[in-house]
């Protein structure tokens, strides 16, 4: 019944971490308005959206300060008299943004806050998990303690399906891109008209994938390179101790 607890203590443990550094990435790369400008300059912005490279820079910290949850990151910040954000389109000045664009990006906003709660809740139960794991730990046998079974566990229950999906936005990025929007959306906000529409323009599908293969890149490194590690370690930390104990025995 113990190796049991420990068992399920230690696989959700694991789950934790990898979800936390996951969810981490996706806060880290979604929010890096830098990144937002490789990206868009790859894509041959900001003369295909018809604006000027200052004004692609303002609209990418807005946009990066929104999903950090910044309540008025549709305003003029540098404006004294504040108003809405305004950038000049095609030689036209305008509100950067429209009705259906800013309600989108409200959307988002809540979706991004939610994902730091749920980080937050992930580090909260690891830490409580941890003194339950180090406590079994102790009592263990050397030679028994550490199991690197939950580990490999954890990271195929998340590689498996985070694979498929890759597999399926590299074959059809479209498709796969609408699902996921499907999944996380309860509107059609999301559909926007590139001809009427100034946030569609400024991000590329192109963009979107690229920051998304960058979040794949560093769940792989965390799914599979961490498991490697430990089952490393603990097969180099048996030799140590089995060379010991022979050279124990021949005394």
Not at 98 to 125: P, S, V, Y
Not at 128 to 133: A, D, E, F, M, Y
Not at 134 to 163: D, H, N, Q, Y
Request: some cysteine; charged content about 20%.
């Amino acid at each position: 019944m113990k190796k049991r607890i420990r068992f399920v203590a230690d696989l959700l443990w694991w789950l934790c971490f990898a979800l936390y550094f996951i969810s981490s990435a996706v806060l880290e790369i979604g929010t890096n308005e830098t990144l937002y400008c490789e990206l868009q300059t790859r894509a041959g912005l900001p003369e295909s959206a018809g604006i000027s490279a200052e004004a692609l820079e303002k609209l990418d910290v807005h946009l990066a300060s929104c999903l950090r949850g910044r309540e008025d990151w549709n305003v003029e910040w540098l404006n004294p008299e504040g108003g809405p954000l305004r950038v000049v389109v095609d030689g036209v000045e305008q509100d950067a943004f429209n009705a259906r664009e800013i309600a989108h990006m409200e959307d988002c906003q809540r979706l991004f806050g939610l994902l730091r709660t749920l980080r937050l809740g992930l580090a909260i139960a690891a830490v409580l998990l941890l003194p339950l794991i180090m406590i079994s730990e102790w009592k263990e046998k050397p030679a028994r303690a550490g199991s690197v079974a939950p580990v490999w566990i954890t990271s195929l229950i998340l590689i498996v399906p985070l694979a498929l999906f890759g597999i399926w936005a590299a074959v059809d990025f479209g498709s796969a891109f609408t699902f996921f929007h499907h999944l996380l959306f309860t509107n059609d906000l999301w559909l926007l008209d590139p001809a009427t529409d100034l946030l569609i323009r400024i991000c590329p599908s192109s963009m979107f994938a690229n920051m998304g293969l960058r979040i794949a890149l560093r769940a792989v490194a965390v799914l599979l390179g961490v498991p490697l590690l430990i089952t490393i370690l603990k097969w180099i930390s048996n030799r140590v101790r089995k060379r010991k104990a022979n050279e124990t025995v021949e005394l």
